[in-house]
């Protein structure tokens, strides 16, 4: 019987025991457990890690941050300014444009005479392209006036003639500058006058 009260004892102990540590447990809760915290904090990291892939903007910071790669093309071969062509070399002053042939010039001189009612005379000059088809005008002096009293063109010796019947008074003739463009440039015919003859 002895036995039995000291099992029985036993068992109430084990039982009291087991209750009292299932309490303690249960009123401490897990983060008193040193174990359950020390397994929280590690577990915290890993939940918490964040696996991101970078944006457009990482993508545009790394891109900013990064030296642009290397063109590729080979470098220009292009000549330097002036040196293709040194200046004046490919078109030297005045070679696209030649120079005109320069102008010459000859005198000219004009006789008058009168005679059957009309005023006649000769253009002379060094060049014969100066006696034809030159213009020549006869003058009258009028108190002391030139009035053009008729007109007329040269052959091609020069001669000209202008009718004038029952001429009265003073008169001389003149023959205008002309210009004759030829191939070997510019010929300028000076104008003359002609001496006074009176009637």
Same mark, same amino acid.
């Given at each position: ?38 397994t929280h904090c590690e577990t ?10 970078? $944006?457009? /903007? ?9 030296? *642009?790669?290397? @063109? &590729?093309? !080979?470098? #220009?071969?292009? $000549?330097? /300014? ?9 078109? *030297?002053?005045? @070679? &696209?444009? !030649?120079? #005109?042939?320069?102008?010459? /010039? ?90 006074t003859i009176s009637r």
């Open positions: 019987m002895a036995r039995t009260h000291a099992r029985t004892v036993l068992a109430l102990v084990v039982a009291l025991w087991t209750v009292l540590v299932w309490s303690l447990t249960v009123a401490a809760g897990p983060n008193d457990d040193p174990v359950a915290a020390r915290i990291p890993v939940v918490e890690e964040k696996v991101c892939n970078p $944006t457009e /903007s990482d993508h545009r910071e790394t891109d900013d941050d990064t030296p *642009p790669p290397s @063109s &590729s093309r !080979p470098p #220009s071969s292009a $000549t330097p /300014s002036g040196s293709a062509s040194p200046s004046g070399s490919a078109s *030297p002053s005045g @070679s &696209s444009s !030649p120079t #005109s042939p320069p102008s010459r /010039s000859y005198d000219s001189q004009i006789t008058i005479r009168y005679r059957n009612g009309r005023f006649f005379g000769v253009v002379e000059s060094s060049s014969e392209r100066c006696w034809s088809r030159r213009s020549v005008n006869l003058k009258e002096k009028n108190n002391g006036r030139s009035v053009t009293a008729g007109a007329d063109a040269t052959d091609r010796s020069g001669s000209w003639a202008v009718r004038f019947p029952r001429a009265r008074g003073r008169f001389f003739a003149t023959v205008n500058v002309e210009r004759i463009q030829t191939r070997g440039g510019e010929i300028r015919c000076e104008g003359a006058r002609s001496r």
